[in-house]
């Protein structure tokens, strides 16, 4: 009985993987699919100065508008890009796409924000990603100290001699580099004053539970403090009530992004802010709560 048990769940085992990899390769040649039928999107959302009560920054995110299934989000389909390979296009892709955007919107008369755009570690480390981000820059004529690359920590810690290198070469292109998801991921804080870094985005993950947990107040702090004493910026990612950017401001942190402030958005209704950026017109009240 418990041999036919066992048969029986090993059945079933093998047919949910056989599911699985059969899905998984669906999904895959979906996507090569989507890149080929332009059915990816680049979303934006808004960094806000918290100290200046204005937007200093935006952060292009995926996503891929699939005919059938509607708007998927990148944490559904960047790590099976991030293995296939699938992620240099797309990420290339995604480059092109922002840059030509933001320069198209200062062309229109934006305040000079920042452009966030993310590296996962297979972009990182490819190997012509200098002459790649070089060209998407002298295409597109955005000024390379306006746009400010996001990695993360596993990126460069996977093999620092390497990382310090690109993000040095990097550098002198002028290009900002900010570490994504700090502090939850492992690197070596005595390799952090190492590198030619601009910014540290404090992980979500802390802030969500800022106002309740008292560890993750302490960590929040930590890395602010850290931070000002490296002479780096800092921004809170996943910012979502008063009270945690009360918080955070009280600390020092200089930067917010959230969904206080507001979701990644589509370029039609970013157009529609950006025209209340103009100084001429002063800021979009609407946009941001009062910070007290
Ligand atoms: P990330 O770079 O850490 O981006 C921040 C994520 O947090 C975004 O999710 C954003 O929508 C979400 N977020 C922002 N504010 C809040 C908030 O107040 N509450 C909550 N719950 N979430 C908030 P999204 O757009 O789903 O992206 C997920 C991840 O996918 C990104 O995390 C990034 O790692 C990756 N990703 C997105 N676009 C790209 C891309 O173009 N290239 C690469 N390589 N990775 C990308
Ligand atoms: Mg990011
Ligand atoms: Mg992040
Ligand atoms: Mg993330």
């Known amino acids: 009985l418990a041999k036919e048990r066992g048969r029986n769940t090993y059945q079933f085992f093998s047919a949910e993987l056989k599911s699985k990899a059969h899905e998984m390769l669906t999904l895959e040649s979906a996507l090569r699919q989507a890149i080929q039928q332009e059915q990816l999107r680049v979303h934006y959302q808004p960094q806000y100065s918290l100290t200046r009560r204005k937007p200093v920054g935006l952060e292009a995110l995926v996503r891929w508008e699939h005919p059938e299934r509607g708007l998927i989000s990148p944490a559904d389909f960047i790590p099976l890009a991030e293995e ?126 800022l106002t309740s947990v008292a560890g993750d107040a302490a960590i929040t702090h930590a890395i602010i403090d850290l931070a000002r004493n490296l002479k780096l910026e800092v921004v809170a990612e996943g910012i979502e009530t008063r009270e945690q950017m009360r918080f955070l401001k009280k600390n020092g942190c200089h930067h917010g992004q959230g969904f206080l402030f507001s979701k990644p958005l589509p370029v039609k209704k970013i157009a529609v802010l950006v025209q209340n950026w103009v100084p001429r017109f002063g800021f979009g009240r609407r946009m941001m709560p009062a910070l007290s």
Request: charged share 25%; net charge negative; hydrophobic share 40%.
């Open 84 to 209: 296939t390979g699938l992620i240099i296009p797309i990420g290339e892709w995604v480059l092109r796409t922002a840059c030509r955007q933001h320069k198209k919107w200062l062309d229109q008369g934006m305040r000079p924000l920042r452009l966030a755009v993310n590296l996962s570690r297979r972009q990182f480390r490819q190997n012509n990603l200098i002459e790649m981000i070089g060209e998407i820059l002298d295409e597109s004529g955005l000024p390379p100290e306006l746009l400010e690359l996001e990695i993360t920590e596993s990126s460069i810690m996977n093999d620092v001699e390497n990382a310090i290198g690109t993000m040095h070469a990097l550098r002198e292109m002028g290009v900002h580099l900010a570490i994504d998801d700090f502090g939850s991921g492992y690197s070596s804080l005595s390799c952090l004053k190492q590198f030619p870094i601009s910014k540290l985005k404090i992980d979500q993950s802390f802030v969500r539970d």
